[in-house]
């Protein structure tokens, strides 16, 4: 690549946290922020706070005092920080297997596999609602844990994600949409079981004030490394160099932490006009969806009664020698893309005993292929980016 097109990188997500982001986390060191009133009023529910969606997730685990190596029913096609959290909380995960038409948890696998389970954990894969109502009715008495990560404004039958199930929570780490550097909510009806969650979360270590600035000032570096111009100049290729040990988004670490005041400051400030953002990102989804003709791959949709809010553009090829030429050619044209979830079935292999049941996630982890729509990217880049899948899709 030339030095303009390494200037030009479009990255593969979105780091949205420059100055103006800075200066509000800040503030909230200073004005030593506890409360969020804006995401109260949004789910009419008061949150329950984690550093992290992998804190939450244990949080509810635990809460639900399941017996000691119960198993949780798990999609594959997973982050792997999910199976990780299953683990901490003293169980086991059981993988379920994924559609593969919209990437979310397969409700016949469940229903095959739910003799087995004590919890499942249903992910709102990309920002498309799994169909919840199928789930609930398959997991019958069993707790059913929303992972709504990536599903923050999304609705199912008109009702938002996060708000469907036993209990729930979002991640606003950044790279999520709501890029706040840490942080996550959790949702629960049942008023014991908040109790309990509340109980839990009570107990988890504070942010100092030092620890705060520091995390802010890292965040902002990393955020600026993961933007043009820096992103194709120095994120990219020293990410890529050293892979994990400098991967800019990764974040593999499991340590349970309460919300810090700087990380809640920001997501309230940021909720209110949220919508916003998103309506830009979906704008840019359809013009893809418009402007894309699908050939030897196909392209996302909504599911049914379903509203998506677009967090990620999924293609999906024939097979991965597909995926990876049209990764290439993008790439080479100034588009970054993910291979999103490459090696997890090894990698669940490994560390938490998959054994080959999940086809369908397999193949999906091995031909799906995101492409960026920012909602900070201009029409101009959506256009080249379109422009440029259809020509990728002339040599693959
Ligand atoms: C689907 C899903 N669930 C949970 C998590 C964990 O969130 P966090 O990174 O805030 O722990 C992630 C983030 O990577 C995710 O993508």
């Known amino acids: 690549m030339k030095l303009l097109d390494h200037i ?3 990255p593969r997500n979105n780091w949205d946290y420059g100055f103006k982001a800075l200066f509000g986390a800040l503030a909230g060191i200073f004005n030593n922020t506890a409360q969020a009133p804006n995401i109260e009023n949004i789910f009419q529910q008061k949150p329950i706070w984690t550093n992290s969606g992998r804190t939450s997730l244990y949080a509810i685990l635990m809460s639900l005092e399941l017996p000691a190596g119960a198993k949780v029913g798990v999609p594959l096609f997973c982050c792997s920080v999910v199976f990780n959290a299953i683990c901490q909380a003293g169980l086991s995960p059981l993988f379920l297997d994924s559609n593969i038409n919209d990437n979310n948890i397969s409700v016949e696998d469940l229903r095959k596999k739910r003799g087995d ?39 199912y039958k008109g009702k938002q994600t996060g708000l469907l199930s036993t209990a729930s929570f979002f991640s606003f780490r950044c790279g999520k949409y709501i890029s706040a550097g840490e942080g996550s909510p959790i949702f629960c009806r049942d008023l014991e079981l908040q109790k309990e969650i509340e109980r839990i979360v009570n107990s988890f270590e504070s942010w100092s004030t030092i620890k705060m600035f520091i995390h802010s000032l890292m965040t902002f570096f990393k955020a600026t490394l993961y933007n043009r111009p820096w992103y194709g100049l120095i994120g990219y290729p020293i990410g890529m160099r050293l892979d994990k040990k400098l991967n800019l988004t990764a974040k593999d670490g499991f340590e349970t932490e309460k919300i810090a005041s700087t ?9 209110a006009r949220f919508q916003e953002k998103i309506n830009i990102q979906r704008e840019h989804a359809h013009m893809l969806l418009n402007s894309v003709v699908p050939g030897n791959f196909s392209l996302p949709s909504e599911g ?20 990876d030429v049209m990764a290439d050619y993008l790439l080479n044209k100034g588009i970054d893309t993910s291979k999103y979830l490459d090696n997890i079935a090894d990698e669940a292999r490994s560390n938490y005993g998959y054994f080959g049941d999940c086809p369908n996630a397999e ?9 960026p729509i920012h909602y900070n990217l201009h029409t101009c880049d959506i256009e080249h980016i379109a422009r440029t899948i259809n020509e990728g899709s002339q040599i693959i």
Request: hydrophobic letters at 50%; a neutral charge.
């Open 263 to 271: 990380h809640l400051a920001l997501i309230d400030a940021r909720i």
């Open 8 to 10: 030009k990188l479009i």
């Open 304 to 323: 049914n009664g379903c509203s998506s809010n677009w967090y990620q553009f999924a293609l999906r090829f024939q097979n991965t020698n597909q995926r």
């Open 363 to 371: 193949l999906l982890s091995k031909t799906i292929l995101l492409v």
């Open 117 to 155: 389970l004590a919890a499942v954990v249903a992910v709102h894969m990309f920002g498309n609602p799994c169909d919840m109502y199928s789930i609930i009715a398959a997991a019958d008495t069993m707790p059913v844990i929303e992972d709504c990560a990536q599903s923050i404004f999304s609705t």
